[in-house]
């Protein structure tokens, strides 16, 4: 396979002061670096660690909140319990199937958007860029009403406009079966985070040097071989690292279910499994139980992202 | 380019314009309907009415919208103030200043921008109601700086990395004092940077529908999304629906206003933090 691009540039790196000797600048440098940065640092861990270091204790617990006094340890008993119901694997197959869904059109579509983008002329671009920023910046909730509300039986106006799809009548109940509800909850995801993946993609276009564009055309590259050869082996980094982010958020999907069919039909995710055990059933030991399994699943997913794939998180950070 | 390409881009603008509107037009067509037009299955309502935005601000549904568009405002905003506050600090030693663990504090904010917000939720929901922060305004701001604050770390710190900081040693050598130095030439550099992240963090702190569905329980802190996921449910009105719609319409402004303000400087501070050239 033959790839184009740009051999890999020297770092220069910054003269310093030789090893091993701290002066006492630097030193003073290191103290003042982490007086500032420290609150934040402590926060994000106290906002986060700590819950789930609650939650791995609690889900150790037969804990019902409306039932205090029968608090007792029961070890890993509430992980048999849940890793052997139907349910569990129901949700992590939903959940799954919307995430693999998603993710994969959003990457077409939004690559799609981003190359019109890059292309369009300057004096569409503002407007473009303003209507795509609008999904984004609309609330999960209120995209999935709007979505919910067009498909609803009653409500809706797609019943009437679409009579003409073979399966689709003026009483097609799109919220009435597992198949159809899961369709609606995607394009209601896929609405929402095309525009976020397609300006991480522009991004990573941007940097995809234009020498080598220019020389893959004078050497008769066709519009489909450049793409394929030059555009996207170039821009890998970017795509990766859109890739990793938005797996990660449609895993933990949640508002769409909520609005949309709260879970019935078998359409519950694993987000929603949780909160169901926790604040509709106050289960805090199965329900912490299930928290600790999401963000296991969370762990797991990016680990392979990061090792598998080799995504390189200092692109992400925007560290060099 | 030729009149040929020229008219394939514009439509694809157009076909673009149309995928992020068309549902946004659809929610605000539906509220402006009147109730007898609910379930006509047309997407226009055949008569305009403001009764749902009446309802809504002076009717049946103002018990439940406005003390919810009140403590959104208030939690949002300060919540928004804090973490932008903790990251400017953090921020600057990360662009500035050389300190082992700039690494660790970056892949922290990573760490926590990425992780499931329900996990979160379940053992908070019980230390809540322990403590007592339970539906309040406390009791979601903290959880929303580990939504918020990450995000500002990021994307200010890809902004101050941007600052020619050599500018605040050449001012002083140019006579003036460390406090001129920094209020002339460090502040205006660094204020957009800051803005856009506000807006970013704002943005996503509004956006937020977990922790307000599960830590809130009355008007006295409970967020507008999670005010929108009750009206749907609840049948105190005929058909929600439109009243649902015109609510959400009116949540969906202060986002549409901001976007339309400052997209360029929301697109930059989005892909600053993510991919960086």
């Known amino acids: 396979m033959t790839q184009t691009t740009l051999p890999p540039q020297e770092k220069t790196q910054p003269v310093s002061a030789p090893r ?69 694997w129901q949700a992590l197959g939903v959940t799954v199937l919307i995430t ?32 795509i920023l609008i999904p984004y910046a609309v609330i999960t909730v209120v995209s999935a009403l709007a979505w919910q509300f067009a498909f609803d039986i009653n409500t809706g106006f797609v019943n009437s406009w679409f009579t003409w799809l073979p399966g689709v009548a003026a009483d097609t109940d799109w919220f009435g079966n597992w198949g159809t509800s899961i369709l609606i909850i995607c394009l209601a995801e896929i609405w929402k985070t095309t525009p ?125 | 380019m030729s009149t040929r390409e020229k008219t394939w881009w514009i ?30 299955g047309s997407f226009l309502p055949t008569a305009a009415t403001w009764q749902n935005y009446s309802d809504i601000f002076t009717g049946s549904a103002s018990d439940l919208f406005l003390p919810a568009l009140r403590n959104s405002f208030g939690i949002c905003l300060i919540a928004t103030f804090i973490s932008c506050i903790l990251a400017m600090f953090a921020a600057y030693a990360i662009a500035r200043l050389d300190f082992p663990g700039k690494t660790l504090i970056l892949s922290t904010a990573l760490g926590v921008a990425i992780f499931p917000v329900i996990s979160i939720v379940t053992p908070l929901f019980n230390l809540w109601r322990q403590i007592g922060l339970y539906d309040t305004w406390l009791g979601l701001i903290i959880p929303y700086l580990s939504l918020t604050l990450p995000i500002s770390i990021w994307t200010m710190s890809a ?50 529908f977990v922790y307000g569905i599960s830590l809130t329980s009355t008007d006295a802190s409970r967020p507008v999304p999670a005010a929108l996921g009750l009206f749907s449910g609840a049948s105190q009105f005929e058909d929600p629906t439109t009243v649902t719609a015109a609510a959400a319409v009116i949540v969906t402004i202060p986002v549409v206003v901001l976007v339309l303000l400052f997209q360029r400087r929301i697109v930059a501070g989005l892909t600053n933090g993510a991919v960086k050239g």
């Open chain 1, 20 to 88: 091993g000797t701290i002066s006492d600048r630097s030193r003073a440098e290191r103290r003042l670096g982490w007086l500032l940065a420290g609150p934040a640092f402590f926060v994000m861990l106290a906002v986060t660690a700590y819950p789930i270091l609650q939650a791995v204790y609690d889900s150790l617990f037969s804990y019902r909140l409306t039932d205090p006094a029968n608090r007792e340890f029961i070890g890993l008993s509430n992980y048999g319990v849940i890793l052997t119901d139907p349910l569990w």
């Open chain 1, 100 to 131: 693999v869904i998603t993710v994969a059109v959003e990457l077409v579509l939004g690559f799609a958007l981003a190359l019109v983008m890059a292309k369009a002329l300057s004096s569409i671009r503002p407007v473009v860029r303003a209507a």
């Open chain 1, 196 to 320: 976020f993946i397609s300006l991480l993609l522009l991004a990573g276009l941007a940097q995809v040097p234009e020498v080598l564009q220019e020389a893959a055309k004078v050497d008769g590259a066709t519009w489909w071989q450049r793409m394929t050869k030059v555009t996207i082996p170039n821009m890998k980094a970017a795509i990766m690292v859109a890739l990793l982010f938005r797996t990660l958020d449609a895993f933990r999907i949640f508002d769409s279910i909520f609005i949309m069919t709260a879970g019935a039909n078998g359409t519950e995710s694993v987000s929603f499994l949780a909160y169901r055990q926790t604040i509709a059933r106050l289960e805090i030991g199965l329900g912490s139980a299930v928290s600790v399994l999401l963000f296991l699943a969370v762990v797991l997913i990016a680990f392979t992202f990061i090792k598998g794939f080799k995504v390189d998180l200092s692109q992400a950070r925007g560290d060099r």
């Open chain 2, 11 to 40: 439509i694809g603008g157009i076909l673009i314009l149309l995928y992020c509107l068309f549902p946004i037009a659809w929610i605000v067509s539906l509220s402006f309907k009147a109730p007898s037009d609910i379930a006509n």
């Open chain 2, 159 to 208: 902004f101050f990395r941007e600052i020619p900081w050599e500018m605040e040693q050449a001012a002083q050598v140019d006579g003036a004092t460390t406090w001129q130095a920094f209020r002339k030439v460090i502040v205006p550099l660094a204020a957009p940077g800051v803005f856009t992240t506000a807006i970013i963090a704002f943005f996503i702190a509004w956006n937020d």
